[in-house]
C-alpha cells in the first residue's frame, strides 16, 4: 500500500510543479482506464488523442452509462491486465477496489498507476476531477466540469425552492429488494435535490437489502425504482421493474403505490462516480417533483 501512496503523491508533485496542457509537455500521453468511472471523466476531461483504451464495461448498455456508444471508437481493455501491459500505457487511471495483485502486476511493469478513492458523494466527486485535472495536467478543463455541475445543481435547487413543496419522503428500492442509505451515492443525489432518504432516516448504510414488509412499514411517499431496460418501454408495458410494487396485492396499501408515484429511473444513475451524477440529480428532480404537473 505504502508504493501506492508513494506514486500517486510523487504524481501530484510533479502536475503541480510542471503541469502544461501543452501535449508536447504533459508527461502522460497515453493513459488507460479501470473503471466505468474512469471512463466518464476521462471522456471529459482530456484530450481524446490522449486516451489510448477505456474499460470497455461502459458501452455494454444504455442504461448502464450515460456514454454508451460513445466509447465505441476507443480500445477496450476489460481489465485484461496482459493486455494493458502489452500497451505500455504512461499511467492506467483505476478505483480502490482493483485487485492488489493487479496493481502489483502493473507496477512490477513500470506502469504508473493512480489509485482513486471511491466517491461516496457530489463533492467527492469534485475532488477526484480536481485530483484527476491535477494528475493528467487538465486543471482548467477540471475546473470548467466542476463549475458546471454547481451551475446545473444550484438551478435544479432554485426551481425545487420555487415550488414551495414540503419535503418529500422518497424510497429507492429495486426488485431486487435493495435500496441506497446514508453514505450512498444516490443518498446525497436526494439530499441535494431536499428529499428525505427513508432509508437513510432507518439507519440502512450504503447499498443493503431490506424486504418488502420492511417497505410497507416505512410507507414510503414516493419509491424510485432502478431499471436497466429502456425506460420508455418500462413505463408502457409489463416489467420487472414496477410490476414487482404495483401489482402485488400486499403492497396496495403502501403511500407511494396508492398515489400511482413508483417511477422508474435509469440505473446508471443508482452508482454513479463521476460528473454525470448532475444528470442523475436532474432525473431525480423530475420525478420527483413531476415539474411538467406543476405547470
Not at 19 to 46: C, P
Not at 74 to 94: G, L, Q, S, T, Y
Not at 241 to 249: E, M, N, R, S, V
Amino acid at each position: 500500500m505504502k508504493k501506492i501512496v508513494y506514486i500517486l503523491l510523487s504524481l501530484v508533485f510533479f502536475t503541480l510543479s510542471f503541469g502544461s496542457e501543452n501535449l508536447e509537455e504533459v508527461r502522460y500521453k497515453k493513459i488507460i482506464s479501470m473503471s466505468m468511472a474512469g471512463d466518464e471523466i476521462l471522456y471529459d476531461l482530456v484530450p481524446h488523442d490522449r486516451i489510448l483504451g477505456m474499460s470497455g464495461h461502459s458501452n455494454t448498455s444504455e442504461m448502464k452509462s450515460v456514454l454508451n456508444k460513445k466509447l465505441d471508437k476507443f480500445n477496450k481493455f476489460d481489465n485484461n491486465v496482459e493486455k494493458i501491459i502489452e500497451a505500455e500505457p504512461d499511467i492506467v487511471v483505476a478505483g480502490d477496489w482493483l485487485k492488489r495483485e493487479i496493481v502489483l502486476q502493473l507496477e512490477d511493469a513500470d506502469i504508473n498507476v493512480y489509485i482513486y478513492k471511491t466517491p461516496r458523494s457530489f463533492e467527492e466527486i469534485q475532488d477526484l476531477i480536481r485530483e484527476l485535472g491535477s494528475v493528467l495536467d487538465c486543471e482548467e478543463k477540471s475546473q470548467e466540469i466542476i463549475d458546471d455541475m454547481n451551475t446545473r445543481l444550484l438551478k435544479v435547487q432554485e426551481r425545487i425552492k420555487g415550488l414551495n413543496r414540503e419535503t418529500p419522503r422518497v424510497l429507492e428500492y429495486s426488485y431486487s429488494e435493495s435500496t441506497n442509505g446514508k453514505g450512498s451515492v444516490f443518498g446525497d443525489m436526494l439530499q441535494k435535490v431536499f428529499a428525505e432518504n427513508i432509508a437513510s432516516e432507518n439507519g440502512i448504510y450504503r447499498s443493503a437489502k431490506i424486504s418488502k414488509e420492511k417497505v410497507i412499514e416505512l410507507d414510503p411517499e414516493i419509491i424510485i425504482s432502478p431499471t436497466w431496460e429502456d425506460v420508455e418501454i418500462t413505463k408502457k408495458n409489463d416489467n420487472v421493474a414496477l410490476d414487482f410494487l404495483t401489482k402485488d396485492i400486499s403492497c396496495q396499501d403502501i403511500k407511494a403505490v396508492k398515489d400511482k408515484k413508483v417511477y422508474v429511473i435509469p440505473g446508471k444513475y443508482i452508482y454513479i462516480y463521476s460528473q454525470y451524477i448532475i444528470e442523475g440529480i436532474e432525473e431525480l428532480a423530475e420525478l420527483i417533483y413531476q415539474f411538467e404537473e406543476e405547470k
